[in-house]
C-alpha cells in the first residue's frame, strides 16, 4: 500500500494534471480534489500545483484562499499535515498566511519561461528529504507574480530559522528578495515554491532532467516509513 | 425606435439601407433582396455583410483554394478535410490530430495585446469543436524593421498577448517564427497555430441536426466589443440610447476560456453534445448559420435570451459581436439538464436560445417578433464568389533579373569573419529566446522539443511514447521573388524541419498572407502561390487540410511580400527517437546532406550585407526533400545520427552556430572540394541538413546514403569550443553566443 497525495484543482489551475503524473511517477497514488469539495478523501499530503487559479483576479492566490477545499487544508495544515505549493500554489500558500511574504510582479515585468538552477538550502522538509543540503539542481521556472518579498525581520527569521528552503543560482530571474525560491513553515510540512519540479520528473520531456522527482520520492519515504 | 422586422422590411421595401457601409457592393445586395424576394430587415442585412465579406466568405481565394481539394494526394491519413473548423489526420494507434493555422493580422496592429491574445483564443476554440483537447500553440510572426520606432510598439505588444492569453490555458507555446522586414512595417503578421489530439470516435462536426434539439449558447456574455463595421447599422436604426462605442478589436479573457475548455471536454467525455461550433469572426451570425446550414433541417433562435452584458445592446449588435470565449453548442432535449449541470460545475454560463427545427430557414425572434428569415445556405455557404482579375506584375522580370549574383561578396578571411558575425547576430537569423522565454513551453509535461528546435514535439500517449510534430515556415523574400516556387519553399522548409526531428510528415495547413486581392498583381502572386503549394502537396503526398486567407495586407499601394506561411503536422512512434539539433558530443562527425550550389537569391546575406533583394530564389526539387526526409527519419529511427539541423535562411553557417550554441560545443569545418568558402557558408540551396554522426555510426550511414543516392559530405567535426572554417577564420563560442543571443534584448529591453 502507498500513499494518497491530493491534487487540487481550481478553476484556472493549469499543473494538476502534471502534477498527478508526477506524484504517479514517483509511486504514490494520486487523488484529484476539487476546489468546492471540502472533503480531503483522506489523503496523506496536498500539493497545490501551478495556474492562474481565479483567472488571478484580485491578486494571485486571493480568491482561491477563500474556497471550501481550503478550509480544510489550512485546518489540517496546522495540523502537520503535510502541503507543497508550486507556483500559484505557492502564491496560495503565501495568502493563506500558511507561510510569510508575498509575490509580486517579476522586476522586468515579463512573464519568464526557462530551465533555473537552484540550491537546496533545508534538505530536512517534508518534501526535501531526498535532497541534500547544498545540492544544486534545475527545474523550470514559468512566471509573471515570482518575485518573493517580506519585510526584513520575517526575512531574517527565516534565514536563522534555516526556513528558506531553495534559493535561485546563475542570476535571480525575477528579483526576489535574498534569491528566494521557495520557503517552509517551523513545522517543515508546508512548503512552497515559484519553480516547478513536476516538469522535471523524466527524461526526454521538458528539459530532460528530472531533478524534480525528489520532492515526490521526499513525500513517498515520509510517509511510507512514519 | 423601431425594430426593423420582416414584417416592417415586407411594408417598407424602398427604406434606404446603409449597405455600402457595411461593405457590401450593390451587386451584392441586389442579390440578397433577390433571395429573400423583398429588402433585408436591418439584422438581416448585418449578418449578411459580415458572413459575405472576404474573411468569412473566401470570396476572392475560394477559385484559387479549391485545388488544394482538387489536387489532394492520395491519404489514407485524412479523416476529416477542409470546410470544418480544422482537418483532423488519423496518427494510429487510434489517436486522430486536429491542427490549423490561422491570422490575426490586422487587429494586432491596432490594438497589439488584444489583437495577438484573442487570436491565440479563436484558434484554440476552433480545435476544441472538433472535440479535441489543444495540446501546443504556436505562432509565426512578421514584423516591420527590427530598429523601427513602431516595431517597438507592435511587438511586445503582441508578445506579451500570446503570453499572456496563451500560458493562462496552460498550452505549450512550442516553435513558430519572428521575421522582420520593412515590408510589414503597417501590416504585421500574427498567424495563430493549435494542435489538438482525440480519439477518433470523438470527432465532432458544426451541424446542427434532429429536430427538436436544442442550441446552447455557452461561455462569456454577449458584449459590445469586436462589433465594427455594423455599428453603422446601430446608427442607422436606432437612436442616441444605444449602447457606447467599444472597441473594433476584441477584448479576451483567458480565465473564461480555460473554464469553457475543461468544461467543453467534460461535455464530450459524457456525450453530451451533437454538433458545435465556436463563435469567432462574426459571432453568432456564423455560428447559427453555418450550423443551421450544415445541418439537415432549420434553426429557430430567440435572441432575446442571449446573456449580455450591456443591456442596451441592439439585436443586430448581438448577432455581430464578436465577444470572445462563447461557443454553441445542438444538445438533445433529454441531455440538456446534464449539459447545464457540467456548465455550472465550472461555473460556465450556458441558455438555451433555440432549437433546430424541420423546416429550411434560419429564424431568429426578438421579444417575439421576426426580425429573420433566411435559407442558411445563402448566409454561410452560398456567398459571392469571385473571378478577380489576375496579372505579373510588371516589374517581376526587372526584379528576377537583378540577381545576387552581382553582389560583392567578401575577398579576405576577415572579411568572411566578419560577415558570418553580422548575419548571426542579424534581427532575423539572431536568437529568439527573448520572445520565446515569455512563452510556457513545459506546461502538459508533454513537450519533448520546443524553440528553437527545428519542429515542436509533444508526446501523446504517455505508454507508448507516441508523439506529433509541428514546423511553421515561410519565406516572404523567396515569395516575392517567385511566388510559386516561395511557396512550394515553405513547403519544403516546414516538411523538412518536421523531418529533421525524425516524425513522418503527415499532412498540411497554411495561412496565406496577401496584399489586396483588388492588385491584379497581388492577384497573381495569389494564383501563383496557391497553385505551386497545391502542387508541391500533391508531390509530397501531404494533403491541405484546411487555413485561412489574410488578405489586404497592404499600406496604401505597397502590399507585404507575398507571405504564405505552411504548417507541416508529422508523427513519430516513440519520441525518445526524436533527433535534437544541439551539437552536444565532442568528436561526432559533421555530414552535409543534399547538394549546395551557388544560391544567394533573396538570401540572410544579400539582406543583411546588401539589403538586397532581387534574382530567383533556391531552386526546389521536391523529389530531393522526400528523399531527404526518408534518410532523416530512418537515422533517428534506427540511432544513426545525435543530431540534425535544417539549412535555410543563412545557410550552413547559421544551422552550423545554432546547433553548437544549442550543444555548448564548438565545430571545426573543413570546405569540401569544388566549393568556395563563401558559398559553402552561406548559400540557401533547398533540399539540405547537416547531421551530426556518432563515429561508430559512420559507415552504416553514409552507406545508407550511397545506396539511396543521397549526396552526403563529410565537412567536419564536433569540437573545441570555437566554429572554425580550417583555412579560413576561429569565432569563439563566447563571441557567436553574444552577438546571436544580444540582439534583441538590446532591441527590446
Known amino acids: ?226 | 425606435m423601431t425594430l426593423d422586422t420582416v414584417k416592417h422590411a415586407n411594408e417598407t421595401p424602398d427604406v434606404e439601407q446603409p449597405w455600402a457601409e457595411l461593405g457590401l457592393k450593390q451587386d451584392e445586395y441586389e442579390r440578397i433582396r433577390a433571395i429573400l424576394g423583398r429588402r433585408p430587415t436591418g439584422a438581416e442585412l448585418a449578418m449578411y455583410s459580415v458572413m459575405w465579406s472576404e474573411h468569412c466568405s473566401y470570396k476572392s481565394s475560394k477559385v484559387h483554394l479549391r485545388q488544394f481539394g482538387e489536387k489532394a494526394p492520395e491519404n489514407d491519413a485524412l479523416l476529416v478535410g477542409i470546410g470544418e473548423n480544422a482537418g483532423v489526420v488519423d496518427v494510429g494507434q487510434g489517436y486522430a490530430v486536429t491542427f490549423k493555422v490561422e491570422s490575426h493580422n490586422h487587429p494586432s496592429y491596432i490594438e497589439p495585446y488584444q489583437g495577438a491574445a484573442t487570436g491565440v483564443g479563436g484558434i484554440v476554440r476552433d480545435i476544441l469543436a472538433m472535440g479535441a483537447r489543444p495540446v501546443a500553440v504556436m505562432d509565426p510572426l512578421r514584423f516591420g524593421a527590427a530598429d523601427h520606432p513602431d516595431t517597438k510598439r507592435v511587438l511586445p505588444g503582441v508578445v506579451a498577448g500570446i503570453g499572456g492569453y496563451g500560458n493562462c490555458l496552460g498550452l505549450p507555446n512550442i516553435g513558430g517564427e519572428v521575421v522582420f522586414d520593412p515590408c510589414y512595417q503597417g501590416n504585421p503578421l500574427v498567424n495563430a497555430l493549435c494542435v489538438g489530439v482525440m480519439k477518433h470516435e470523438d470527432i465532432h462536426l458544426a451541424k446542427a441536426s434532429g429536430t427538436g434539439n436544442k442550441v446552447v449558447l455557452y461561455g462569456a456574455r454577449t458584449g459590445g466589443d469586436g462589433i465594427g463595421g455594423v455599428s453603422v447599422l446601430a446608427s442607422e436604426t436606432f437612436d442616441s440610447t444605444g449602447p457606447a462605442k467599444r472597441p473594433a478589436v476584441q477584448v479576451g479573457d483567458p480565465f473564461q476560456e480555460k473554464l469553457l475548455i475543461e468544461c467543453t471536454l467534460e461535455l464530450f467525455r459524457e456525450d453530451l453534445v451533437e454538433g458545435i461550433q465556436d463563435l469567432g469572426g462574426a459571432g453568432l451570425s456564423c455560428a447559427t448559420s453555418e450550423l443551421a446550414s450544415a445541418g439537415s433541417g432549420g434553426m429557430r433562435v430567440e435572441l432575446d435570451t442571449v446573456p449580455l452584458r450591456d443591456a442596451t445592446l441592439s439585436p443586430e449588435e448581438i448577432l455581430m459581436s464578436e465577444s470572445q470565449e462563447r461557443m454553441c453548442a445542438i444538445v438533445e432535449p433529454g441531455k440538456i439538464d446534464r449539459f447545464l449541470e457540467i456548465c455550472e460545475k465550472w461555473d460556465v454560463i450556458a441558455t438555451v436560445i433555440g432549437e433546430v427545427t424541420d423546416g429550411e430557414r434560419l429564424e431568429i425572434f426578438w421579444h417575439g417578433e421576426q426580425i429573420v428569415d433566411v435559407p442558411p445556405r445563402t448566409v454561410a455557404h452560398e456567398g459571392p464568389v469571385y473571378e478577380r482579375p489576375y496579372a505579373r506584375p510588371e516589374w517581376q522580370d526587372a526584379l528576377q533579373a537583378d540577381g545576387a549574383d552581382k553582389l560583392p561578396r567578401p575577398e579576405t578571411a576577415e572579411e568572411l569573419r566578419a560577415q558570418v558575425l553580422k548575419v548571426v547576430a542579424s534581427p532575423n537569423q539572431a536568437s529568439k529566446s527573448w520572445i520565446t522565454g515569455q512563452y510556457d513551453r513545459f506546461v502538459q509535461g508533454n513537450t519533448v522539443l520546443a524553440q528553437p528546435e527545428d519542429s515542436g514535439m509533444v508526446r501523446i500517449d504517455e505508454e507508448t511514447g507516441l508523439g506529433v510534430a509541428v514546423a511553421t515556415d515561410g519565406n516572404g523574400r523567396y515569395a516575392k521573388l517567385d511566388p510559386y516556387a516561395g511557396a512550394q519553399l515553405a513547403l519544403a522548409e516546414s516538411y523538412r524541419n518536421v523531418a529533421a526531428t525524425g516524425a513522418r510528415p503527415l499532412a498540411i495547413s497554411n495561412c496565406l498572407n496577401f496584399g489586396s486581392p483588388e492588385d491584379p498583381g497581388v492577384m497573381w502572386q495569389f494564383a501563383e502561390a496557391t497553385r505551386g503549394l497545391a502542387d508541391g502537396c500533391l508531390e509530397l503526398g501531404t494533403p491541405v487540410t484546411g487555413g485561412n486567407v489574410s488578405l489586404y495586407n497592404q499600406t496604401g499601394e505597397t502590399a507585404i511580400h507575398p507571405t504564405p506561411v505552411v504548417a507541416v503536422l508529422g508523427v513519430i512512434d516513440d519520441v525518445a527517437r526524436r533527433t535534437p539539433m544541439a551539437f552536444a558530443e565532442e568528436g561526432q562527425l559533421l555530414y552535409l546532406l543534399g547538394d549546395t550550389r551557388d544560391e544567394l537569391g533573396g538570401s540572410a546575406w544579400s539582406q543583411v550585407i546588401h539589403d538586397h533583394l532581387g534574382g530567383l530564389p533556391p531552386a526546389v526539387d521536391l523529389g530531393r526533400e522526400k528523399l531527404l526526409a526518408e534518410i532523416l527519419i530512418s537515422a533517428s529511427r534506427d540511432g544513426m545520427v545525435d543530431a540534425a539541423h535544417d539549412l535555410s535562411d543563412g545557410g550552413l553557417v547559421q544551422a552550423v552556430v545554432e546547433s553548437c550554441l544549442r550543444g555548448g560545443k564548438g565545430a571545426r569545418l573543413v570546405v569540401p572540394d569544388g566549393l568556395d568558402a563563401f558559398t559553402f557558408l552561406f548559400s540557401e540551396s533547398a533540399g539540405r541538413a547537416v547531421v551530426s554522426v556518432p563515429r561508430s555510426e559512420e559507415l552504416r550511414f553514409t552507406d545508407m546514403c550511397g545506396a539511396r543516392g543521397l549526396p552526403a559530405t563529410r565537412v567536419g567535426v564536433v569540437d573545441g569550443d570555437s566554429v572554425e572554417v580550417q583555412g579560413h577564420f576561429t569565432l569563439p563560442l563566447a563571441e557567436l553566443r553574444e552577438a546571436h543571443e544580444g540582439t534583441l534584448p538590446a532591441l527590446f529591453g
Open chain 1, 1 to 226: 500500500m502507498t500513499a494518497r497525495v491530493g491534487v487540487v484543482t481550481f478553476p484556472g489551475t493549469l499543473d494538476d494534471r502534471d502534477t498527478q503524473r508526477a506524484v504517479r511517477i514517483a509511486g504514490l497514488e494520486p487523488v484529484p480534489l476539487w476546489h468546492r469539495d471540502k472533503d480531503l478523501h483522506q489523503v496523506d499530503a496536498v500539493v497545490l500545483p501551478g495556474g492562474f487559479s481565479y483567472g488571478d483576479y484580485l491578486r494571485a492566490g486571493a480568491i482561491s484562499r477563500f474556497s471550501p477545499v481550503m478550509e480544510t487544508v489550512i485546518e489540517q495544515a496546522k495540523g502537520g499535515l503535510p502541503v507543497l505549493g508550486i507556483c500559484n500554489g505557492f502564491q496560495v500558500l503565501t495568502e493563506t498566511h500558511l507561510l510569510p511574504g508575498a509575490m509580486l510582479r517579476n522586476n522586468h515585468l515579463h512573464f519568464i519561461c526557462r530551465d533555473q538552477k537552484l540550491r537546496v538550502e533545508n534538505a530536512d522538509t517534508a518534501w526535501t528529504a531526498d535532497y541534500e543540503a547544498g545540492q544544486e539542481i534545475s527545474v523550470p521556472l514559468k512566471n509573471i507574480d515570482g518575485r518573493y518579498v517580506a519585510d526584513e525581520r520575517t526575512l531574517d527569521e527565516l534565514e536563522a530559522e534555516g526556513r528558506v528552503v531553495f534559493r535561485y543560482l546563475d542570476g535571480n530571474p525575477n528579483g526576489s528578495l535574498r534569491d528566494i525560491a521557495g520557503i517552509t513553515n517551523a513545522a517543515g510540512n508546508v512548503v512552497g515554491l515559484m519553480p516547478h519540479p513536476e516538469h522535471a520528473v523524466e527524461p526526454l520531456i521538458g528539459t530532460g532532467r528530472t531533478d524534480g522527482l525528489g520532492f515526490f520520492t521526499s513525500i513517498l519515504k515520509k510517509l511510507v516509513t512514519s
